[in-house]
């Protein structure tokens, strides 16, 4: 049964958990033998506490010895990316400026996953401070695409995805900000939800853009995604953009929202650039709802096209701001060997950061600058609002849209050296953040070549339960979840 286990869905060895036909310490045992059997490949992990992540599985089968509930989670291993706090364990953000930081303190995504009961275990590989499309942009190195080693697994949630796809883990958290949770999930053949804006706390998760940033599970069912949405889902005090919604049992009502519904089919995500691969099998997932009785309607979001310059304008400007605090004297990596502290500053953020974080702020910190804010960052913020508009103006004839997520399925490492066509590779995912919409990235095929395609869908604000019940209802009928890379 031990190697059955790495692809068993989060239901399935819960199921086995109650009724005693495995215990959590078997199954964190059998989780940590695979990492340490694929992942000198696979590169998904920058660390784990093994020591540690079996103390939890003990503690937790001696909870359920001793009569106690079991959370919706209890027993379950669940790895974060390495930009989300776990007290006691390394926080890299994979960058060398915070390779030697351990975190004094738990995000509340991982008090919440703790007390649902999950084994809260490894530290994934992503781009360094969140800022990529690839995982190629690690200090630590690349992270490969299980279902082709050549490839990239997409970014920046790239070891979220690649580790679940390879039976690393049974169910991950990233963060997304312009498409880092839904692109790798969709370029490894998983689900990734990345939530309304404000509805999951980013209280301890390392800032990249504060007004784009979201946590976001990956998994590997849609009912999955509920469970550990509605684990980590909530209000939190500490952070000052988290709101007040009413959170339902999102696994429940996967049953009970059978549609049919009303999707739109936005036209300006149809065009050039569209692999013909990935368009093919994106056609074919509407035609399933259409199958289905659901009103398919083509809309248009008409400031699309200025959604990529929108979004390099705020995510650089608010990087720009965020990442001031690394200066090499309150805390992150110190320079030695300097003249003054403005020698000091200087030496520890160009040893410390990557090429693509200085590229970022450096056109964060222009367009910010003296002069120039009027004219890019205040006119962005207010195409952000037409941009928003659009997507709402949309929801009065529709109730969620279907689009692909990524316009292209895994690319070859290195194979994108030039910025600006890493940065079209979020193309389809930047204007749900400039929104704060939430969106979820499924599978819905491979290329003829075996690589995986995601199908995305985009709700309405805080309406999660609707759109994993669309979800669900398109995975029930397609087995593309049940396919695992060999490797």
């Known amino acids: 049964m031990a190697a059955e286990l790495f692809f068993k869905s989060i239901e399935e060895l819960g199921a086995l958990l109650e009724a005693k036909q495995l215990s959590a310490t078997e199954l964190m045992r059998t989780v940590i033998a695979r990492r340490q059997a694929v992942d000198g490949r696979v590169k998904a992990f920058n660390s784990s506490d093994d020591a540690d992540a079996l103390a939890q599985a003990a503690a937790s089968d001696a909870r359920r010895a001793a009569g106690q509930a079991r959370g919706p989670l209890e027993g379950i291993p669940v790895g974060l990316k390495d930009v989300i706090a776990v007290a006691g364990q390394p926080l890299t953000a994979s960058s060398k ?31 360094e401070f ?83 940033d979201q946590i976001g599970p990956l998994t590997r069912t849609v009912a999955d995604a509920a469970l550990m949405l509605g684990a980590i889902a909530g209000h939190d005090p500490h952070d000052s953009t988290s709101f007040k919604a009413e959170i339902p049992d999102y696994r429940a009502e996967l049953k ?58 705020i995510a650089t400007a608010e990087a720009s701001s965020n990442l001031a605090r690394y200066d090499g004297i309150r805390y992150g990596h110190r320079a030695k ?55 709402l103006k949309a929801y009065h004839e529709v109730d ?62 805080f309406r999660e339960a609707d759109l994993l019940a669309m979800a669900h209802t398109y995975e029930q009928a397609h087995d593309w979840h049940t396919k695992h890379p060999s490797l």
Not at 171 to 190: E, K, M
């Open 337 to 391: 060997g300097a003249k003054d502290g403005v020698d000091l500053y200087a030496q520890s953020r160009a040893e410390g950061f990557g090429p693509e974080v200085k590229r970022r702020i450096i056109l964060g910190t222009y367009v910010l600058s003296s002069g120039y804010y009027d004219a890019y960052y205040l006119r962005a913020q207010k195409v952000r609002t037409l941009i928003r508009q659009d997507f």
């Open 97 to 127: 400026m915070l390779a030697n930081f351990v975190s004094p303190y738990d995000a509340t995504v991982t008090v919440n996953l703790k007390k649902a009961g999950a084994i809260v275990w490894g530290r994934l590989n992503c781009d």
């Open 130 to 212: 969140a800022m990529g499309s690839s995982t190629e942009n690690s200090a630590f190195g690349p992270t490969a695409n299980p279902w082709d080693l050549a490839r990239v697994p997409g970014g920046s949630s790239g070891g979220s995805a690649a580790a679940l796809a390879a039976g690393e883990v049974c169910a991950t958290l990233g963060s997304d900000t312009g498409g880092s949770i839904r692109q790798p999930a969709a370029l490894c053949g998983v689900v990734g939800l990345k939530p309304t804006y404000g509805l999951v706390s980013r209280y301890g998760l390392a800032a990249f853009a504060s007004s784009l």
């Open 400 to 461: 969620a849209l279907l689009t692909p997520t990524s316009p292209m399925p895994a690319f070859r490492l290195g194979e994108k050296s030039d910025p600006l066509a890493l940065y079209l590779c979020d193309i389809y995912t930047i204007g749900v953040n400039l929104a704060g919409l939430p969106a979820l990235s499924l599978p819905c095929g491979f290329t003829p070549a075996g690589l995986p395609i995601g199908l995305q869908l985009i709700g309405q604000p």
């Open 256 to 313: 009970k929202r059978q549609g049919p519904w009303r999707l739109g089919i936005p036209k300006e995500y149809f065009g050039a650039g569209l692999d013909p691969a990935v368009g093919a099998a994106v056609e074919q997932a509407i035609a399933f709802y259409r199958a289905q009785g659901c009103t398919i309607k083509e809309v248009s979001l008409p400031h699309t096209q200025f959604c990529l310059d929108t979004y390099y304008i």
